[in-house]
């Protein structure tokens, strides 16, 4: 599986951005997915995960309520939508997939994108 995330972008407190992964391969929808980001000098954190059905999903606390994850199986595609973004939200963010798991946990995951930044101004 080949992971693209894209949609990363400079914007300000307050506003909203949409981030997209296309997943290469035909059984897309039978990996656990998620996202997870990095700011600088500080380790890779979970941000929220989706399962293979998209039935199930999770998210840490720091994003609960204003961050939504979905997947479109038919399209290859992850999507996390992020709303009233805080400075503190600034890092880059990867995308990835776990072969049968829906995971909170890096080392569960199989595969990663190349990461897309974000930056949110105050």
């Known amino acids: 599986v080949q992971l693209q995330a894209s949609g990363g972008g400079l914007v300000q407190a307050g506003d909203s951005l949409r981030l997209s992964c296309a997943a290469s391969?035909?059984?897309?929808?039978?990996?656990?997915m998620g996202w997870f980001r990095q700011a600088p000098g500080k380790e890779r954190e979970f941000v929220t995960a989706?399962?293979?059905?998209?039935?199930?999903?999770y998210y840490s606390d720091s994003v609960k309520g204003r961050f939504t994850i979905s997947r479109d199986n038919a399209k290859n595609t992850l999507y996390l939508q992020m709303n009233s973004l805080k400075p503190v939200d600034t890092a880059i963010y990867y995308c990835?997939?776990?072969?049968?798991?829906?995971?909170?946990?890096?080392?569960?995951?199989?595969?990663w994108g190349q990461g897309t930044q974000v930056t949110v101004s105050s």
């Open positions: 989706i399962s293979g059905s998209g039935s199930s999903t």
């Open positions: 391969g035909r059984t897309f929808s039978t990996y656990g």
């Open positions: 990835a997939a776990a072969r049968r798991v829906t995971s909170t946990s890096p080392h569960d995951y199989d595969y």
